[in-house]
């Protein structure tokens, strides 16, 4: 790895679509076995910065890194390769409406040539069971509820052992209790996975989630980093009586974690 305890890179990234500039020359590190949550407003790079460290988009200058590797460079195989080291939980889940639970739990295994019908079955099981949903593998999607969706769709996502899961706005359309269950549910993961050393990139505009599960968080703002560093830095921006001392960056931040319509960063209606 180019630089020490990194498994992910990205120096100095542009990524425009057209003439809308998302990115702007960011650089961060994403360190092995770390929650490194990014927060910011919707828009603002956070879910095209997952993109670009997965492969699926490349970027227009600078690097993406994945253990020292440009992944901009890579041949097919190698990007194929790459992407066996990493899990997707997206937005809605994204399971499959015609199959069972355990059916889209086991279809990465399946896909990837696995053809033990009893290694699948216990896979299933095991990580069904991780993820709080034992019993459920007969059930249709349609009978599940919001939030044992999105833990069906984590099950399915750890269910090939990746070492590096990626989380897109997991808290998106459910109420508060729900998604503090959803934080609780990540950190849950990471410990019943903490033996293999897991590493979680949670993207959230949600502050609730971002501090509750991260150990490093970074905040994007019109495709720069803004604040860069532990829940408690940022919770001591939050608390501060006033933002008189603060730097201009501190206060965006201070504005986005206190949820107020007024100051630098303006909503988008």
Do not use: C, W
Not at 60 to 79: T, Y
Not at 85 to 92: N, T, V
């Amino acid at each position: 790895m180019s630089e020490e305890g990194s498994i992910i890179t990205l120096r100095d990234v542009y990524k425009s679509f057209g003439a809308l500039h998302v990115l702007r020359g960011i650089s961060m590190e994403v360190r092995r076995g770390e929650t490194l949550v990014i927060i910011g407003q919707s828009g603002t790079g956070k879910s095209v910065t997952l993109r670009l460290m997965i492969g699926l988009l490349i970027a227009d200058s600078g690097q993406s890194l994945f253990e020292g590797r440009d992944i901009a460079k890579m041949k097919n195989v190698e990007l194929a390769d790459m992407r066996r080291h990493f899990a997707m939980l997206f937005q809605g889940g994204a399971l499959f409406d015609s199959m069972t639970v355990g059916e889209n739990v086991a279809f990465g295994l399946r896909a990837q040539g696995e053809r033990d019908e009893k290694k699948i079955e216990a896979t299933v099981t095991e990580k069904l069971r991780q993820v709080g949903l034992s019993g459920t593998a007969e059930k249709m999607p349609s009978e599940l509820s919001g939030g044992m969706k999105k833990r069906a769709a984590l099950a399915r996502a750890i269910a090939e052992n990746p070492d590096i899961i990626l989380y897109d706005e997991p808290t998106t359309g459910l109420d508060p209790i729900m998604s503090d269950a959803i934080a609780d549910l990540i950190i849950e993961t990471r410990e019943a996975l903490r033996e293999r050393n897991i590493t979680s990139i949670v993207v959230t505009h949600d502050m609730h989630v971002a501090l509750k599960t991260a150990d490093r968080i970074i905040m994007l703002h019109a495709g720069n980093i803004v604040g860069e560093g532990t829940p408690d830095y940022f919770r001591n921006i939050h608390d501060a009586a006033s933002a008189e001392d603060m730097s201009e960056r501190e206060i965006m931040i201070r504005q986005f974690v206190r949820g107020e319509a007024e100051g630098p960063i303006k909503a988008v209606l």
